[in-house]
């Protein structure tokens, strides 16, 4: 009786396993994108060009999701050369000394809408570390999940999110020199990405 015990666990334990997926991002349909005032009378747009993120998930509604992302900080760009130039220095990023930023989930968990509208995109919370410049902080995002699909061009699953977000430059020590009357505290993370299972 024992022995089929542990027979039952060996098998479980190895289906568990199985039914595990990891999911990254597609590069030429993901972008990790953020948003910051200058002056406090505009905003300047940027975005990370070189990163990537996985997903591990066992479950349909990813509701046990683990999410890690690492993005190059020397791939910065908000369409000014000089500008961006300006933000790998020490002054702000630091990208020699600090080269990559990373991201670990530590929890995923779906929000319930009171409003129950057919077709509507499902909603979740995501917290985590993020590793910025040096520092590691918790961060909350707001994930929006469009759905998933069978890709007509490459017949790949494909699934598509949104992340949305903020953090505050000085909790991790950024661009200190400069006032939030010249560039503003709060970053807001616009995030947009499709998915499919790491063949």
């Not at 953020?34 to 993120?53: Q, R």
């Not at 479950?59 to 046990?64: F, L, N, V």
């Not at 970053?187 to 299972?197: K, L, Q, R, V």
């Amino acid at each position: 009786m024992k022995k089929l015990v542990l027979l039952f666990i060996a098998i479980a334990s190895v289906a568990f396993v199985s039914a595990q997926t990891t999911w990254t991002n597609d590069p030429a349909h993901s972008r990790l994108g953020f948003k910051v005032k200058h002056l406090t009378v505009s905003e300047i747009n940027g975005y990370f060009s070189d990163f990537t993120v996985s997903v591990t998930t066992s479950k349909a509604d990813y509701s046990d999701a683990k999410i890690t992302l690492t993005a190059k900080i020397a791939s910065v760009n908000t369409g000014v050369e000089a500008r961006d130039n300006h933000l790998k220095t020490a002054d702000f990023f630091d990208a020699e000394k600090f080269p990559t930023l990373t991201f670990e989930s530590t929890s995923f968990t779906k929000v319930l809408s009171k409003l129950k509208i057919k077709g509507a995109p499902e909603k979740a919370i995501l917290n985590g570390n993020l590793t910025l410049h040096g520092v590691t902080k918790p961060v909350m995002l707001t994930v929006t999940y469009y759905g998933t699909i069978s890709n007509p061009m490459n017949q790949q699953t494909t699934a598509g999110f949104h992340i949305s977000g903020t953090l505050k430059r000085s909790d991790f020590g950024i661009g200190t020199k400069f006032p939030e009357a010249v560039v503003g505290d709060e970053i807001t993370i616009i995030a947009d990405a499709e998915f499919s299972p790491k063949k």
